[in-house]
């Protein structure tokens, strides 16, 4: 079992950057494939990045692509996402997740076994 406890959102004008934090209890983190999501309000929750187990593969959705990026630290089981360039659709709960099972990457929310509680992120046009 692990524990996620997300951090860093906040309320950020168009264009600028926010750096979440997600930390995980437990000893294995190393174990677990990652990735963040986001629900805005009244939409489904979506995939934003994933991170294989040592890092040296990642995946993100098409609307984030080159101005998010996810990257792991696994001696201080912490997995992070820096955003850039943000917009105002960029506007959710970032959530973070925990993937357990044998794989290497997981884009669908259904793979993940763990979830943070999620922190908002706010971005003002």
């Known amino acids: 079992q692990v524990q996620l406890v997300e951090s860093g959102g906040g309320l950020v004008q168009a264009g600028g950057s926010l750096r979440l934090s997600c930390a995980a209890s437990g000893r294995t983190f190393s174990s677990y494939i990652m990735g963040w999501f986001r629900q805005a309000p009244g939409k489904e929750r979506e995939f934003v990045a994933s991170?294989?187990?040592?890092?040296?593969?990642?995946r993100y959705t098409d609307s984030v692509k080159g101005r998010f990026t996810i990257s792991r630290d696994n001696a201080k089981n912490t997995v992070y996402l820096q955003m850039n360039s943000l917009k105002p659709e960029d506007t959710a709960v970032y959530h973070c997740a925990a993937d357990g099972a044998p794989g290497f990457i997981a884009t669908s929310k259904g793979e993940y076994d763990y979830w943070g509680q999620g922190t908002q992120v706010t971005v003002s046009s």
């Open positions: 991170i294989s187990r040592t890092g040296g593969t990642t």
